[in-house]
């Protein structure tokens, strides 16, 4: 067993995991161990934006599968999860969105009043360098460069003005003031190249010499005593390591693996825990429960040939990558879901809860699935799904994969929003400005006309929209997992600092709030007397504390 000493280990190089062992390592006095299970991001195909379509190898996707999904005819479904450094933001669409203003709000009315919006918008602000604003809601001197996208295919185009024929507003900043309306999203990109966690935050960081970036490491076992956590136990390359914390063991694994490692450790419901044959460190009943997903329900059309299919050919591809090497422009610089859009299910609704993507390409089963020809997908979203799954452990063996049941449709309002999003993508295929475009409904096609039809059909093809969360729940009830400065109820020394410790799902893609969680938790963990502060930023106008405080 090799050993090491440091202030602090950092489990997960994703999105939250990249900030967080930045900004502790800006302290040239702080030596930071930095773990990922994946390899290095060194594929082109991460780096040039439409390569994540291609992004499905078990070098950088963890490639999971959920239990039977009940009212999804019983399905074990594709989950497929960052696994290299960047995670997620590796092998992601780059769509820039951090939910609705009400979101966060929801999360102080649970008990979180230091992550209301006020106070969360500091950090949003913080990690942000946005090309194209910088105001109130935006930052310009953050790592994460955030911009306008290259190009927009002519059936995104359309998707912006058929919304507005159905009487939608143009949103030019879904981040901004406003969430609802139809416009082109904001992308992760730099110089029409992949902008992920790992390049805007490790690579600037790289030759700090109290920053040690381990690939390949895969932690089985946190190591806790008396009470407080004081190391780690992995894997590097296979082989059983292990290292050591005088400060803190900080989890940033995602919604997956973090709770995923707690379990493992001894930390998690004990009768759950006992019947796995795992001694029980501490008994934290919340331990994979509130797990949160966005499930995603498609239709596709038949186009003329405007749309990406068939550009990966063997001569529009060399056609398409002398354009891009010469240029930076053309399809390679695309992320495919350039346009969107936010609505309301219905007039009592507080704020947006569908969100529509308009794909141009036929993209089914996650992309797995080719059709000759061209057309176009609108993914449609329930963005407050009211069903609640858990992920728990199959065996105490760190090697087999974790049970994870995301509960999809489980609840009937669920179905409701659902079915409310599939009209609307149907609303949208019929207007006027899809006319000169579309030539007829692919999937589920013009015959599937009933409720019942409908539904059946959203349980044969209904996917995950790939943004879990919750499992690690930030709050103060009994199945609370961290407190708001991140720290694991009844333990010292460890952290959990990723999207599962959101108590409920933000109303959009979970990118750029988990980036802000990395941001805020390494905040608190450098400041642990004054949480409720403004982080001290480069930005202008960061500076200022959150109001509320």
Known sequence: MSSNRYDYIVVGAGAAGCAVAYRLSEDPDTKVLLLEAGGRDWSPLIHM????????????????????????????????????????????????????????????????????????????????????????????????????????????????????ELGLTFNPDFNGAVQDGVGYYDVTQRRARRESASTAYLRPARRRPNLTVQPHAQGTRIIVEAGRVTGLEYTLKGRPAVAYADREVILSAGAVNSPRLLLLSGIGPADELRALGIDVVHDLPGVGKNFQDHMDVYLTAETVPVSYNESDRPLKALAAGLQYVLYRTGPITACVCEAGMFVRSGDEVVSPDIQMHCLPAFVIDHGRQRVKGHGMTINTCNLRPRSVGSVTLRSADPAVPPAIDPNF???????????????????????????????????????????????????????????PVGSCKMGSDDLAVVDQELRVHGLTGIRVIDASIMPTLISGNTQATSIMIGEKGAHHVLNPASACTSPGSPGRATNTAPSGC
Request: proline share 5%.
């Open 409 to 467: 449709l489980d609840d009937p309002n669920d179905w409701k929003v659902s079915m409310e999003g599939f009209r609307w993508g149907r609303e949208m295929l019929a207007t006027k400005a899809y006319a000169p475009y579309v030539k007829r409904e692919h999937m589920p096609g013009a015959d599937v006309r009933t409720d019942k039809e409908i539904r059946d059909y959203i349980r044969r093809w209904a996917k995950t929209d790939y943004h």
């Open 49 to 164: 934006p439409v390569g994540f379509t291609k992004l499905t190898s078990p070098k950088v996707n963890w490639g999971f599968e959920t239990v039977p999904q009940a009212q999804l005819n019983d399905r074990r479904m594709w989950y497929p999860q960052g696994r290299t450094l960047g995670g997620s933001t590796s092998i992601n669409a780059m769509i820039y969105i951090r939910g609705h203003k009400e979101d966060y709000e929801r999360w102080a009315a649970l008990g979180n009043d230091d992550w209301g919006y006020e106070q969360v918008l500091p950090f949003f602000r913080r990690a942000e360098h946005n090309e194209r604003l910088n105001d109130r809601y935006h930052g310009g001197d953050g790592p994460m460069n955030v911009t306008e996208q290259v190009q927009h295919n002519e059936l995104s185009k359309a998707f912006v003005r058929a919304a507005q």
